[in-house]
């Protein structure tokens, strides 16, 4: 029988993904790769002799027992450095060198094979198949062939390993990779449809409506199309955006939330003092930072959450709140997001600015795929204050999860009118930071 061509694409890459595991085989058993496996006994004992040293001196020796597993790098190492990019108990630093460590082994190609076997389903935990996405994703750079490995895992069940593969082909220019996408764009819902769109965006500079209209443009472009042809680009959706001109609020809260395409959402609201300043909308209306945030929150709970989607929110100030008090997702179905906009109606300045305990409370609530993250400043509060060690924590929190954060600095109108002193470029920088190591976009309001 006929096959649709979104299935006939599918089972095309499909194909083409086998045969890149047989050529990565056979390139093992053709290669010089006759050299010694890489000791794991001996990094066994270093790693036993590092955690007998306290503090940096630990820190320093553990990240050199790292390097015995790079050295010569093979399958069994590989498994333990994923195993280490999982363990939350490791320094951050220590962690981010394991999952480095990790992607560099990707170059020899028995440990490719190894990663290729495991994202395909051997691999049955689905924080280890989000890791090793990533690797491979981060692989690409150097090896493209990388990304074909990707491409079966559009098939996975957990919409969180199928996010991190589209993370990492949204950088292969091949036209199956184009295909796969538009064919996962017409089954997909929530998180992963908007992946999937943002992936094609990336890819081919098109913006198309509906997955209909994807399919559409793509059985009448594929013949022809070039990729980075300038005749044929339009500029996918920025990472980075400012607005000095403040809208009002707008309608389902557009204005700061644009269009929520996940069904498992947080919404994290920065209610410290600075967010007292008064800003004026193009329209001439004058509120407070907090006022103007509360109506457009309100708005995008009304009016963008769908019955079967899931939400939560968490303010912060000095401490944190959780609407309803409990670290858990609940149904926008029924009279929820009626008591959840009264609740935040309710919100009140309160105290300094601790990020950390923000992101932290955050990533202790399950099921979420996507964090809408809006601060007007800098962290001042916390366990620390450091921006690059907030980043570093968020890192391991999320390094088997994926969830995406979009980060929304609110910095419309003047501090000096109450007395508060701002440092804007800082609160950027750790914002777009924040939003690029996690998959999201950074959006500013000036």
């Known amino acids: 029988p006929r096959l649709a061509p979104a299935r006939a ?56 027992a790292l390097e015995l597993l790079t050295a010569q ?54 924080e280890r198949r989000v890791v090793l996405c990533r690797a491979l994703g981060a692989r690409l750079r150097e090896d493209p062939r990388a990304g074909d490995l990707l491409l079966p895992v559009l098939e996975d069940k957990e919409p969180a390993v199928v996010s ?19 064919g996962l764009l017409q089954r997909a819902e929530g998180r992963v449809a908007g992946d999937a769109r943002r992936a094609l965006e990336a890819l081919t500079g098109q913006r198309q409506g509906s997955p209909a209209e994807w399919q559409s443009w793509w059985e009448g472009q594929r013949a022809s199309f070039r990729f980075g042809a300038t005749e044929q680009r339009a500029e996918p959706g920025e990472r980075v955006r400012t607005q000095t001109r403040l809208r009002p609020p707008g309608r389902g809260g557009r204005t700061l939330y644009e269009e929520i395409d996940s069904s498992r959402v947080l919404f994290v609201v920065d209610v410290s003092h600075s967010m007292q300043i008064p800003c004026k909308d193009v329209e001439g209306q004058t509120r407070t930072r907090l006022e103007y945030v509360k109506q457009a929150l309100i708005g995008a ?31 926008a179905g029924g009279s929820s997001v009626k008591k959840a906009a009264a609740w935040v109606e309710g919100l009140r300045l309160a105290g300094d600015t601790n990020v950390y305990l923000a992101l932290e409370t955050a990533f202790k609530i399950p099921k979420i795929d996507t964090i809408y993250f809006l601060s007007d400043g800098n962290p001042s509060q916390g366990k620390t204050i450091i921006t690059s060690e907030i980043l570093a924590h968020v890192r391991r929190w999320n390094a088997g999860r994926g969830v995406r954060i979009c980060t929304i600095g609110f910095l419309a109108g003047d501090p000096k009118a109450v007395g508060i002193v701002q440092d804007k470029k800082m609160a950027k920088d750790f914002l777009e930071a924040l939003a690029k190591d996690n998959q999201g976009t950074a959006r500013f309001f000036e």
């Open 164 to 182: 991190a593969a589209l993370r990492g082909l949204a950088g292969l220019e091949k036209k199956p990779v184009v295909s796969a996408l538009v």
């Open 9 to 64: 694409a599918s089972r095309h890459e499909h194909g083409h993904a086998l045969l890149m595991r047989a050529a990565l085989a056979l390139a093992i058993v053709l290669a010089a790769t006759a050299s010694a496996a890489a000791d794991v006994g001996a990094f066994k004992r270093a790693w036993g002799a590092a955690a007998r040293q306290q503090g940096e001196a630990g820190r320093d020796a553990q990240l050199k």
């Open 301 to 331: 709970l009304r009016d963008q959450l769908g019955p079967g989607d899931e939400f939560s929110i968490l303010s912060f100030g000095s401490e944190v709140q959780l609407w309803r008090g409990k670290a858990k997702l609940a149904k």
């Open 73 to 126: 790098p093979e399958p069994k190492g590989a498994e333990l450095l994923l195993k280490l990019s999982l363990a939350g108990e490791l320094d951050v630093a220590v962690r981010d060198g394991a999952e480095q460590a990790l992607i560099r082994c990707l170059a020899e190609p028995a440990v490719t094979l190894w990663a290729g076997e495991a994202v395909a389903g051997k691999e049955r935990k689905a």
